[in-house]
């Protein structure tokens, strides 16, 4: 019989080549992560791996099975979680993502209505691109994430959807550069120093590729401190708000777009979230706090 403990250790020994990372990996013995993979290949009738001077290598009979073997070792996993999620009463922390273009202060309006209602739960919100965001989520170390939408919505059978509306961004330079006052023609705008985050790449924005002179920075931070020196931004224009009043940053004015750009943004969660009764809660008053700012003058 077929165990997930040899699964496990077969998957292991795969994705390190070796027995002994495998063992550290898994926190096993060698022995034991070695008579696994032996058992199952008795059972199989077939060699897994081959060793290759110091690596262990895939047989091509182990590279055919090792995306089975991946498939249930995951949704093992996955079991592991929604039991103890069913059966969970207390919760003492929760783990939220959010992308550096939402709102701030439709995060902060969320973050006050979770504590409002459950004040003794511990709330940490984590910047977090598109693809972490959704492997925290499956794995269920995180109870949800905001997200921008980009190409297909729905991530896999596992994640919920919920979609939140829109908020509005637009270009922003500091109130010292050279670019114009007056409007101005897309096109020259992208001769000009193009910055953006990380996360506008990994989470493959529209507007990623929008200039040929593009820099890349960490976060937002970074970015309002080097917009001070040179270039132009795209900002949420809630986000950019208090930097404007500040006298920090000035809008640019685009001919070709009609007031503000609008973005789309959902909110991700995992299904077996419904089930419990303070995870599904949490998730309901994200979307009401949502409703809410689609009626504010920055959605």
């Known amino acids: 019989m077929i165990t997930l403990e040899q699964l496990s250790c ?16 898994t926190n096993k013995t060698r022995a034991t992560v070695r008579e696994r993979v032996k058992a199952l290949e008795d059972t199989l009738g077939f060699e897994l791996f081959e060793t290759q001077g110091k690596a262990v290598m895939p047989t091509r009979y182990g590279e055919h099975l090792y995306p089975r073997a991946d498939n249930l070792t995951r949704q093992s996993k996955e079991f592991y979680h929604v039991a103890l999620s069913t059966f969970s009463t207390d919760i003492t922390s929760i783990v939220l993502h959010h992308d550096d273009l939402i709102p701030l202060c439709l995060l902060s309006d969320i973050d006050d209505a979770i504590e409002r209602e459950f004040p003794k739960i511990s709330i940490n919100w984590l910047q977090r691109d598109r693809a972490a965001s959704l492997k925290d989520i499956e794995s269920g170390d995180a109870l949800f994430s905001i ?3 980009v190409g297909k919505i729905f991530p896999n059978t596992k994640v919920g959807v919920v979609n939140l509306g829109t908020y509005q961004y637009a270009p922003y330079t500091s109130v010292n550069s050279g670019i114009s ?8 705008l992208t001769t000009e120093d193009f910055l953006l985050t990380e996360n506008s790449v990994l989470n493959e ?5 929008i200039s040929n002179r593009k820099h890349l920075v960490s976060n937002n931070d970074m970015l309002l401190h080097k917009i001070h020196k040179k270039g132009w931004t795209l900002l949420s224009t809630a986000n950019a708000q208090e930097f404007v009043e500040a006298g920090k940053l000035r809008k640019i004015h685009i001919k070709e777009t009609i007031g503000n750009l609008r973005q789309e943004m959902v909110l991700f969660y995992p299904l077996h979230a419904e089930i419990d009764k303070t995870r599904s809660r949490i998730i309901a008053i994200a979307r009401e706090t949502a409703t809410a700012f689609a009626n504010s003058s920055y959605a």
């Open 10 to 25: 077969f998957k292991a020994v795969y994705e390190l080549n070796s027995y002994s990372k495998a063992a550290r990996a």
């Open 147 to 149: 997200m921008p939408t």
């Open 181 to 188: 006052h007056q409007e101005i023609d897309l096109n020259e």
């Open 205 to 209: 924005m529209r507007y990623a590729n």
